[in-house]
């Protein structure tokens, strides 16, 4: 179920774009982040994903429904309510991976 | 960790026993304090007041400095004048308000029996000039009712809030659908008021701290320097949901007028600091 990248690099580079992007996954609004500037710290760093999440699965979850794991949870339900599609969903975790 | 953990356990309670339950206004007035007293042990109770400078000093000398020669004087100053005009009539709206309408500013909102409604100051302004068979102001975008608005609040600046809420089916009804919204997770982002300005009050949102819920009626309407201008509470409140990405609801909608006396009521023993000044 998950992307097959034509080039591994070229998916490293547009799950950054779509995690840093305002309008897209504007995940420094709440985590610090490698190479992110002005990051808000109401949610915690993202560093070290891989060991955190050895399932991309679970990871995949969290950014799809935090809610499923956390009802009260601050960070917004990005696939559930269609903020970002499950590809580019997909493409960020490919991103998270490498930190 | 463990300390954040400790913190949020009332607001737990609060959440189940202020949404489900129902607890009286007064036991949620205790809560909310004590939950920004314990957020921000260092604020004095009058401070927050200040919004948003309460608790971030990095950005508060920047702010005193500008009210020291605050942007919205000009405003204060055409307020007075508007309010001092007569209408075609000959009347003016002093005639309209408890003391000539100077230094009432911490009485609003408040539930009128005889409308069954929640009564802003706003909407106080525009009933004053249909009375008088003038055409409403805006609510939005600054102008008149903005700069009227400003003048009012000027007046009454040092008079502390004191909302009472009479024992009263509708008086509570428009309480508890105040506090509903302001507890309710709402548009595609999924955020409650609550979640930015109770329980991740402080936290940085990128470079953006958020306010305490706790005194923000007392200092509106705000002169914002991104906008340029004067600022309402409703205004304001339309601005948070934009952001969020949920619908917001009209000026003086009954939903805005109910929000505003919770928030309002939530204020109480604050004084009146209106017009203030923001980014």
Redesign the interface.
């Known amino acids: 179920m998950f992307y097959v990248p034509s080039s591994y690099s070229d998916v490293i580079d547009e799950g950054k774009k779509l995690t840093f992007e305002r309008k897209k996954g504007n995940c420094?609004?709440?985590h610090m982040i490698e190479d992110g500037e002005?990051?808000?710290?109401?949610g915690p760093p993202l560093i070290a994903m891989k060991a955190r999440f050895p399932n991309k699965q679970d990871l995949f979850n969290q950014i799809w429904d935090a809610?499923e794991k956390n009802p009260?949870s601050?960070m917004?339900?990005f696939g559930k309510?269609?903020?970002l599609t499950k590809k580019e969903i997909n493409k960020i975790v490919e991103y998270l991976y490498t930190l | 960790m463990k300390m954040k953990k400790f913190l949020i356990i009332p607001f737990i309670v609060l959440?189940i026993f202020g949404i489900e339950a129902k607890t009286s206004p007064e036991e949620d007035l205790t809560d909310f304090r004590n939950h920004f007293k314990e957020l921000f042990p260092n604020t004095p109770f009058s401070d927050f007041a200040n919004g948003v400078y309460s608790i971030d000093k990095s950005s508060r000398e920047q702010w005193e400095s500008i009210e020291d020669f605050p942007p919205y004087e000009i405003n204060i100053e055409n307020g007075e004048e508007l309010f001092n005009e007569p209408f075609k009539n000959g009347n003016k709206y002093a005639s309209c308000f408890e003391n000539g309408g100077i230094g009432i500013r911490q009485n609003y909102p408040y539930f009128d029996e005889n409308k069954n409604k929640i009564i802003t100051l706003e909407l106080a302004i525009n009933n004053c000039r249909k009375k008088n068979n003038e055409k409403p102001l805006n609510y939005y975008k600054g102008g008149d009712m903005a700069d009227i608005s400003a003048y009012m609040a000027y007046t009454s600046r040092g008079n502390i809030i004191n909302i009472e809420i009479p024992n009263n089916m509708e008086a509570l009804d428009a309480y508890e659908a105040g506090k509903r919204l302001y507890f309710t997770k709402k548009g595609?982002?999924?955020?409650s008021c609550a979640?930015c300005h109770v329980?991740?009050s402080g936290?940085?949102?990128?470079?953006d701290i958020t306010s305490p819920g706790i005194g923000h009626p007392t200092h509106f309407p705000v002169y914002r320097s991104v906008a340029g201008r004067l600022v309402t509470l409703h205004e304001r409140y339309a601005g948070c949901l934009n952001r969020i990405r949920a619908k917001p609801y009209k000026g003086q909608s009954a939903e805005y007028r109910n929000l505003e006396y919770f928030m309002t009521f939530m204020s109480n023993g604050l004084e009146i600091n209106g017009p203030g000044s923001r980014k």
């Open positions: 420094l609004a709440c002005l990051a808000g710290n109401n809610t009260n601050f917004p339900p309510h269609g903020i | 959440l595609q982002l999924n955020f979640d329980w991740k936290t940085k949102l990128r470079a």
